[in-house]
């Protein structure tokens, strides 16, 4: 087996010891920003940290009515003229907390007085140092170049933190019991692996999620190129009709996330006319049979959760499919052609 | 000829006609930006408007210290759980004025008492209506499906608001020269006709720009796929270091726009290690000798502008490959298959 194999079966246990630790850190960290009555978020990150930053935007969007930017970390780095961010909540978000231009953004910040906090999985790096506040992923040590339980794990420390400031018990107590639904889904690694077969020579495709599972559209999607050099583009729903819709023809593959949810019927209805008016092949993600009934292979949850949690399990079969369709492929799932696992940008 | 030919052709007297009639328009609202004292900016957009949003989230970022936020369209129109807005300065940018989730974001950050602004080729349109203030982008009708006109009018407009922010006469002098340099870098035409026919049968590629020239980098990709129907992948280079990079093997074909600038050095020494260590075949859009020659086709810029405007520069020679490529594919420049010039997402 692979690293990647091992460290994707270790994430419901990851996400345990990573709820059980950091619950009242969370809590601390929610008490000082409701008390700053900060009005905005900004969160710098790269990669699948960035996956989890869109997940961010989303949930402490809708949870706890912030705005949050994504921040543009050249404007440190290679411009020397950042933004005023002395009101803002300030994330650095990274699982090796070593990239310069993470870095530099919380560490501006800071010296501006904003808020600022690392969610990171080191939590002795150069970012949790720089930031004033760490809320630390306990994934262990991550072997596989392609990010899975950092990722999860980065998901659920956002959730820490939204939940805190909603200071909501029975969110909380949902969050809870995402560790056992992760391990349920786990369970769909055989169907995937039958699965994987029929796109051995997929040199293309898209990857559609909207809201919430915008997120998991594009850390499939990044999956997909780091370790089956697979060009896949994410997109949501919506945007993917103001123009990008018309590079689909006949058989084109179309990777659809859509459980139940508040866009559960809009996303359903795009893949609907994806399948019937320009016959793409559909693979579906979800918990909902009419959604899955419109897929050429279907990938069933065998859990539903919450919308707000779906994306931390939605992102699992897309994992397990990577994987399988990397050894389909012959590749390496363990030395991705040319990468490394940490990556240093400016 | 075609509307999209024309319209690309008609952009130095759209830009002179806009910077003409809006200048004095966009003091009267930098002057209430200013007032009150706002912290943040978010702006909601879809297709090519976001492209301007990205645009400016560089622009007012360096120049007047903005933190921008794109603002999450779904938030206020699936989850109906807004943020709240009230001390940001709300901007909805769309051609049509029409899309309803781009309305609703400005309705609702009218009614929160965030101040407000549309930047719209329709003066009469709903968005228009719904937002406070306006900034009419004086393109005319625009009937090619694709936006080439409409998206250069609304980087100006941005570039309207972020001289008239920065209150400095310098700038302002700056951007009241390009037009004269659109109408340059359109004798490029020819050359781009020529180079077009060696992509007839490109089925994917990877577009690259950073800092301003990310917004480049999403149009340019987004033309080539309404229009050509390649897959085209638009990157940040310090995001396509952190996993897609591995997509690329031996004649692989990346567009890298890359003019004079603070991210100059960055992104021609990942266009160099693509072409020395991985082969890649490169079109280079530039008006540095250095960078064209790493390319096999190399899209020399007649004008250098500065940097902050180089994004209505560098799409020129890429509006015209993406035009020149439609036909030499033989398809329809008017009529991309399945879309629609208005597109209605909620």
Redesign the interface.
Known sequence: MSFLHDEIFEQPQVLRTLIEAEGENATEIAALVRERRV??V?IAA???S?HAALYA??LL???N??????A????FT????????K??LVIGISQSGESP?IISVVSRAREQGALTLAITNEAGSPLAQAAEHVLPCHAGVERSI?ATKTYTAQLVAVALLGTALAEDETLRGELQAIPDAVEKTLTLSEVVQRAAERYRYM??CVVLG??YN?ATAYELS?KL???T???A?PY?S??F?????????RGFPVIVIVPHG??YD?VKSLARSLQE??QAELIVISDQDEALALAKTPLWLPVSVEEWLSPILCIIPGQLFAHHLTLVKGFDPDH????HKV?I??
């Open positions: 009005p905005y900004v790269r990669g699948s960035d935007k989303y969007g809708t949870m009515h912030l705005s949050v930017a994504l543009t970390p050249s404007l290679m411009y020397q003229s950042p933004p005023q961010l009101d803002a231009d392609a040199e293309q909207r809201g915008y990044l190129k780091e370790l050099y697979v060009v583009e949501s919506a945007d009709m103001h123009g990008p819709i018309a590079i689909i023809e508040a866009v809009e008016e320009r991705p052609r040319g990468l990556t940008t400016q």
